[in-house]
């Protein structure tokens, strides 16, 4: 079932000629992996903002973007907040309240959920996001990578249909990182969310994703499974191979007619049947 449909949506920001975006078309359907990746400054936070009325950024926006087939801008702020979930860059820009369990609760308060299924909510996430022993906890006191986990998990307490998060690991540790998309991941599989993910760490998200989209200068240049959309790059000989996982860009280089392998692992095997036949310099 198709959840978002995005169709030839153009942008451009206040007094600027060249397109961010140019005529992307894109549809997320329920329960799909999907990455997001391209060069910084090709207009990827741009995008993941557009689908979200309350954080799109102010300029001149053509095309069209469906929600479950309703036109984005007819949807109700209220509805949005519940069924869109997203995760910025910096974990302390989402925090609102002072406690732990505060700020898992003020989602449903704000929307006025009854407090009986409130609580019951916030425990259910406190057990599957592991946060029990930092749940009476002030904020202040939470590392990055927890407040981050904290405002993902403020985030699914709503129930949300889509999960988008731009570069959510940026400002984290490689481990607090790690552990995060392993979350992201956890909830794709075991809840069914729909999760769009900007993230320059494609060696921990391509292979959890079905999905791999590719912008080059604010159009779409690839769109497909993650192997699919490697062997597109490849054979455009795009720069972007340059920021692809190790594996993949040893598969690029020797050019094997097998399925790229999304995996160090898989890599791994793929180079030792290589190395059986070839000679390793």
């Not at 929307?111 to 409130?118: A, H, P, Q, R, Y």
């Not at 006191?141 to 405002?151: D, P």
């Not at 979350?183 to 900007?198: A, H, K, Q, Y």
């Amino acid at each position: 079932m198709e959840l978002f449909k995005i169709q030839n949506l153009s942008f451009t920001y206040p007094e600027q000629e060249e397109h961010v975006l140019n005529d992307v078309s894109i549809t997320l359907n329920q329960g799909d992996f999907a990455v997001l990746a391209g060069s910084s400054g090709c207009g990827k936070s741009t995008l993941l903002r557009q689908l979200k009325t309350v954080l799109a950024p102010h300029g001149n926006r053509k095309g069209e973007i469906l929600y479950n087939g309703i036109p984005i801008d007819s949807i109700d702020s209220k509805t949005q907040a519940a069924k869109i979930g997203f995760v910025l860059q910096d974990p302390d820009s989402q925090i609102v309240t002072d406690k732990v369990w505060h700020e898992l609760a003020f989602g449903l308060e704000s929307l006025g959920v009854n407090n009986t299924e409130i609580r019951g909510r916030v425990a259910e996430m406190a057990s599957f996001f592991g946060i029990q022993t930092w749940f009476h906890m002030e904020v202040t006191q939470l590392s990055g990578g927890q407040k981050q986990l904290l405002n993902l998990a403020s985030i699914m307490v709503l129930q949300p249909d889509i999960l988008i998060l731009d570069e959510p690991t940026s400002q984290l540790d490689p481990i607090a990182a790690t552990d995060f998309l392993e979350t992201i991941g956890r909830i794709n599989r075991e809840l069914g969310t729909t999760i769009l993910i900007c993230e320059h760490r494609l060696e921990d998200v391509i292979p959890m994703a079905n999905r791999l989209v590719i912008l080059d200068k604010g159009k779409v240049i690839a769109d497909d499974k993650p192997e699919k959309s490697f062997e597109i790059l490849r054979n455009l000989k795009h720069p972007m191979l340059h920021s692809m996982p190790a594996h993949m860009r040893i598969w690029s280089a020797l050019d094997w007619k097998t399925p790229c392998p999304l995996t160090a692992s898989d890599g791994r095997n793929a180079l030792s049947e290589w190395a059986e036949e070839n000679e390793l310099l």
